[in-house]
């Protein structure tokens, strides 16, 4: 297993814990020799939340920041607003319940019918008004620039991380400048996100001058997410999707993809990048930080 340095850690407010209770299991199995192996694999377990007295959705996780998720995912989904306080968050780790509580009533039953099945996977459920909103986002227009991509891009395949240690889950990163805030991970790219939504709304965090680096492909529901949280860059080991693309492009949101060592693609707000370094100077991913088995 890679060890940390502090090198790899510095700067973090939250690190993955490859090595935390719970995360994963050790399963013995057969290789392409025949021969006995035995490797970590990851474990999912369901959460069921609740907002107020109403159920609202149950998500397969790692099981890891339970009370993130949750308020990012209500959040990221339309269902706390913007002044609406949050008197209590509880979580039950015997019944895998977590239960928020709002000074508001809930009344989502007839927006909970006309959920849509996204292309993401694990909790890649939104619901049918997800556009809402969307044409009331002002992104900033910052800049954004390469020397920080790469940096970032570098730390983050170095940072110890289930995505290295187990594969078959995904990271996303909130970040600033060149420096990593916090790094979560699921086995849905949108659980990583949501995790993120709800630390940055318990924390009261600005979005405005924030990355959002992610392993996951770019799709439509991610780059809907990041805009509504109001982060102004998202940023992808892998690639795109049409209607992202085309999204990013609508909302001012700087969108760059397939970044791979010395490698990317920039789909929206080119004209927001200051190239201030030398690609050829940038060294070639390393092997082993290539993306593994699971974790597309």
Same mark, same amino acid.
């Given at each position: 297993?890679?060890?940390?340095?502090?090198d790899?850690?510095?700067?973090?407010?939250?690190?993955?814990?490859?090595?935390?209770?719970?995360?994963?299991?050790?399963?013995?199995?057969?290789?392409?020799d025949?021969?006995?192996?035995?490797?970590?694999?990851?474990?999912?377990?369901?959460?069921?939340?609740?907002?107020?007295?109403?159920?609202?959705?149950?998500?397969?996780?790692?099981?890891?920041?339970?009370?993130?998720?949750?308020?990012?995912?209500?959040?990221?989904?339309?269902?706390?607003?913007?002044?609406?306080?949050?008197?209590?968050?509880?979580?039950?780790?015997?019944?895998?319940?977590?239960?928020?509580?709002?000074?508001?009533?809930?009344?989502?039953?007839?927006?909970?019918?006309?959920?849509?099945?996204t292309?993401?996977c694990?909790?890649?459920?939104?619901?049918?008004?997800?556009?809402?909103?969307?044409?009331?986002?002002?992104?900033?227009? *910052?800049?954004?620039?390469? /020397?920080?991509?790469? &940096?970032?891009?570098?730390? !983050?395949? +170095?940072?110890?991380? $289930?995505? @290295?240690?187990?594969?078959?889950?995904?990271?996303?990163?909130?970040?600033?400048?060149?420096?990593?805030?916090v790094?979560?991970?699921?086995?849905?790219?949108?659980?990583?996100?949501d995790?993120?939504?709800?630390?940055?709304?318990?924390?009261?965090?600005?979005?405005?001058?924030?990355?959002?680096?992610?392993?996951?492909?770019?799709?439509?529901?991610?780059?809907?997410?990041?805009?509504?949280?109001?982060?102004? *860059?998202?940023?992808?080991? /892998?690639?795109?999707? &049409?209607?992202?693309?085309? !999204?990013? +492009?609508?909302?001012? $949101?700087? @969108?760059?993809?397939?970044?791979?060592?010395?490698?990317?693609?920039?789909?929206?707000?080119?004209?927001?990048?200051?190239?201030?370094?030398?690609?050829?100077?940038?060294?070639?991913?390393?092997?082993?930080?290539?993306?593994?088995?699971?974790?597309?």
């Open positions: 297993m890679q060890l940390a340095t502090e790899d850690l510095s700067g973090y407010l939250i690190a993955p814990d490859p090595t935390a209770a719970r995360l994963t299991r050790a399963v013995t199995g057969v290789d392409h025949g021969q006995q192996t035995e490797i970590s694999v990851v474990e999912e377990r369901p959460l069921t939340i609740f907002l107020n007295g109403q159920e609202i959705v149950t998500a397969m996780t790692i099981g890891d920041y339970p009370e993130y998720l949750a308020l990012g995912f209500l959040r990221n989904q339309g269902m706390l607003r913007d002044g609406e306080t949050v008197t209590g968050v509880d979580y039950d780790e015997d019944l895998e319940t977590v239960v928020v509580r709002t000074d508001g009533q809930t009344t989502y039953e007839e927006k909970l019918k006309k959920k849509t099945r292309s993401g694990a909790v890649g459920t939104v619901f049918g008004d997800m556009m809402e909103g969307l044409e009331e986002v002002h992104l900033p227009q *910052v800049q954004v620039k390469t /020397s920080d991509l790469y &940096a970032l891009a570098s730390r !983050i395949n +170095r940072t110890p991380s $289930l995505y @290295l240690e187990a594969g078959a889950i995904h990271g996303t990163v909130l970040c600033q400048g060149a420096q990593p805030l790094y979560m991970e699921d086995v849905g790219r949108h659980n990583a996100v995790k993120i939504a709800g630390w940055m709304l318990s924390e009261k965090v600005s979005a405005a001058d924030k990355t959002l680096y992610t392993t996951g492909r770019l799709t439509s529901e991610m780059v809907i997410k990041t805009a509504l949280m109001g982060i102004p *860059v998202l940023a992808s080991r /892998s690639g795109f999707t &049409a209607w992202g693309v085309e !999204i990013a +492009r609508e909302v001012g $949101l700087t @969108l760059i993809g397939r970044m791979r060592g010395r490698r990317f693609v920039c789909l929206s707000g080119e004209e927001r990048l200051l190239r201030d370094a030398d690609p050829g100077a940038v060294p070639e991913e390393d092997r082993k930080h290539r993306r593994k088995g699971g974790a597309a």
